[in-house]
């Protein structure tokens, strides 16, 4: 397969995956903000955007984070769903690694978000203010049309996977702030730990041996 064409299905999936994110973990509009009429749900920082989607792409951490609710809550549904996220190969097959900068996880999610504007699925504001004017804020906004397009794709057998991986994340989220998100995810070493522009390395084997050690003590 050529490159051209690795480029095209990469650019694909990544709008496929934050399309989800926004339909799952976007908080509910019940008035659109000015200049975006059709507005629906929003996701309010670019940094919460960016710890939603590690989750997705990182299933071995979204199953510690799972885990580590389970312990707090005792909630079994948890432990059901962090042993759902790790089983056969999918931390393997699903993982899309993260580079590790000054705020943590990051990837430019700028391509993406113009791919789904440019489709009418999506859209994006900036709030800026100082001198000199700088952006203080993103809010990245799901549209009608793209909530409708997600609940089509989330039919689709392959596709699918996102809308539960999303809806799974937003579950785990449960409306934290991009701050407190960013935080909790630091805790594990081996994020916190990466070095600036490297790629925050796998906790799979390790968070294996967690599920193991929580379902034995039930």
């Not at 859209?123 to 809010?139: A, E, F, M, V, Y």
């Not at 009608?144 to 999303?166: H, V």
């Amino acid at each position: 397969m050529s490159s051209a064409s690795d480029a095209h299905i990469s650019r694909k999936r990544d709008a496929v995956r934050i399309l989800h994110i926004l339909n799952e973990c976007g908080d509910l509009l019940h008035k659109p903000p000015l200049g975006v009429p059709d507005a629906v749900k929003v996701i309010n920082s670019q940094k919460k955007l960016q710890a939603l989607d590690f989750w997705v792409r990182n299933p071995d951490y979204l199953a510690h984070e799972l885990i580590n609710q389970y312990r707090s809550r005792k909630d079994e549904s948890l432990l059901d769903a962090a042993e759902t996220v790790m089983a056969g190969n999918e931390p393997e097959l699903r993982r899309l690694g993260m580079l590790r900068f000054y705020f943590g996880a990051f990837e430019s999610i700028v391509d993406t978000v113009a791919s789904l504007k440019m489709l009418g699925l999506a859209d994006l504001t900036r709030k800026i203010s100082g001198n000199p004017p700088t952006i203080k804020q993103r809010d990245y906004y799901l549209l009608k049309a793209g909530e409708e397009k997600a609940a089509e794709l989330a039919q689709d057998p392959i596709l699918k996977w996102y809308a539960e991986r999303a809806a799974l994340v937003g579950r785990v989220a449960n409306q934290r702030s991009g701050a407190v998100l960013k935080k909790e995810q630091h805790k594990v070493a081996s994020y916190h730990n990466a070095r600036w522009g490297e790629i925050i390395a796998p906790i799979t084997n390790e968070v294996r041996g967690e599920l193991a050690k929580a379902k034995a003590e039930l």
